[in-house]
Structures are given as structure tokens and as C-alpha cells.
């Protein structure tokens, strides 16, 4: 690491404000002491330290502007904020995450964590994703009593399509412990549950709603919710799609003997 880049890297962090207010069009230093609430001192050193790194330049008539390097800076050091702030905020559902969760995920997620007293409510958002949605796929390392009755509520009262991949064992156990709903759900036309082998790390799944296609995982813990993590991002998308299709390409429906033999016990 280069001491020039180890300077860049503090210099956008402590002249961002400088960098931001300047993004709206050239400003002379008085308008940027208004603007960002700085003395003029810091902001004669702000200028300074900047256009070191070729981030300003002079504009005329007393005022400077950002270059094209500026505006990258900027906007390098934008994206850190959004990835380091939503990472804090999900930081207990990333460590109990079983998956690896790309970096692509973290930016422009929205994160809901359970509370312990009622971990259920951290499924709302996604409950109401899939009220909306025309098809989801996911993969699902878990089950909670209230799944089976979501899904079909919405297979029923707006066509959702459904595939999901699973264990065998996960599947049997759902059938035992919901027989009429999952039966009825396994039985609706466009819906599939299909098995694998691998072990499912993690509820990993993608809906397509009238206002695109969303990716979101279910993190588990303690026999119950821990919290969802939702983002729409075409980035966070095409991970979520290419982690579910490692999965689904190696897989076999679910035999119906397997559920006629569940459901007739």
C-alpha cells in the first residue's frame, strides 16, 4: 500500500462533506464554509488536501469544482458507507448465516432482525413480497409451522408459483407436521418441491413481483426465526440466482409416493 493511497483513502473520508457539496456544481470556498458548516481554515485545507490528489481543480471566478477523479472518489467512498452500514446492521444474521453471503448482497439491502419475544414479525416483509408475487423459488433449510399455510394462501387467492428445493428429510418432516396443508399445496398446479442431497445451508429464495424480482434470505437459529435480509438489487439478484441454480440443477422431483405414504399414516 502506497503511502499516496493510504492519504486518498483518509482524505476522502474526512473531506467527503467537501466532496459532496461540490458534486452539485462549482462553489466558491465561502459557499462551501455555508454548506458543509466548516471554518473557512478547514475548508482552505480541505481544498488543498483535495486538489493534492487531483480531486479539485479551479474553476474561475474564485471557485473550484470536482474532476472526474473527485467524483469517483466520491462515489467510492459513498458505496463504502452503504456496505459498511448495512453490514452493522446485519452483522448477528451474517454470522449465524450458514451461506457465504457475497459482498454483492450486503449493498442496498434492507435488514430485518427478530425480537425474541416475537420472532415471527421479522418475516412481514417477506410475507408480504410473497402475497404480491407472481413466483418463487427458493431453497429452504428450515420450516416453521406457519410456511406451509402462507404459501398456499397465495397459490390459492393469486396463482403463485412455487418451486423449492429441500432436503428429503426436510420434506417428510413438513408433510408430518402439516399433512392436509402441504399435501394440498404439493397437489396445486405450478408448484414443485423438488429434493437434494447436498445440505441446504440456508432459506435462500427469490420472488417476482409486478415490481421485478427480489432476493432475500431466512436466517435460522434456535429452532426459530433470527431475522430476513431483502434486496432487490440486479447484483444481489443475479447471486441469489446463481446460489439457487447450484442447487436446483442437481435435483429430483419429490416422489408422490413419499407424500401418499405421509399422508396416509
Same mark, same amino acid.
Given at each position: 500500500m502506497s503511502q499516496r493511497a493510504a492519504d486518498l483513502r483518509d482524505q476522502l473520508g474526512k473531506r467527503h462533506d467537501v466532496l459532496s457539496a461540490l458534486s452539485a456544481g462549482?462553489?466558491?470556498k465561502p459557499a462551501l464554509v455555508e454548506a458543509v458548516d466548516k471554518s473557512r481554515s478547514?475548508?482552505?485545507r480541505a481544498i488543498t488536501a483535495l486538489a493534492d490528489h487531483d480531486c479539485v481543480e479551479p474553476a474561475g471566478k474564485g471557485r473550484?469544482?470536482?474532476t472526474k477523479a473527485g467524483r469517483t472518489g466520491l462515489s467510492v467512498y459513498s458505496d463504502y458507507v452503504a456496505r459498511t452500514?448495512?453490514?452493522s446492521e446485519a452483522t448477528a444474521l451474517v454470522?449465524?448465516? #450458514? !451461506?457465504?453471503i457475497a459482498v454483492e448482497f450486503l449493498n442496498g439491502m434492507d435488514v430485518s432482525v427478530a425480537d425474541p419475544q416475537v420472532p415471527e414479525l421479522a418475516l412481514e416483509p417477506?410475507?408480504?413480497l410473497v402475497?404480491?408475487?407472481?413466483?418463487?423459488?427458493?431453497?429452504?433449510?428450515a420450516m416453521l409451522g406457519s410456511y406451509p399455510e402462507i404459501l398456499l394462501e397465495a397459490v390459492r387467492e393469486s396463482g403463485l408459483g412455487v418451486e423449492i428445493v429441500t432436503s428429503q428429510q426436510l420434506a417428510t418432516s413438513a408433510? #408430518? !407436521?402439516k399433512p392436509q396443508a402441504v399435501s394440498a399445496l404439493l397437489s396445486a398446479d405450478g408448484v414443485e418441491l423438488r429434493i437434494t442431497e447436498k445440505p441446504v445451508p440456508e432459506s435462500l429464495w427469490l420472488v417476482t413481483t409486478p415490481e421485478g424480482t427480489h432476493a432475500g434470505i431466512t436466517v435460522h437459529a434456535d429452532n426459530g426465526v433470527k431475522g430476513v435480509i431483502i434486496n432487490s438489487t440486479p447484483a444481489a439478484v443475479a447471486w441469489a440466482e446463481e446460489t439457487y441454480s447450484s442447487f436446483r440443477d442437481a435435483t429430483e422431483p419429490l416422489a408422490q409416493s413419499v407424500i401418499d405414504c405421509v399422508v396416509d399414516q
Open positions: 462549482p462553489r466558491t478547514t475548508i482552505d473550484y469544482r470536482l452500514s448495512a453490514l454470522n449465524d448465516s #450458514e !451461506l457465504e417477506s410475507t408480504r402475497k404480491e408475487a407472481s413466483q418463487l423459488r427458493g431453497l429452504a433449510a408433510l #408430518e !407436521l
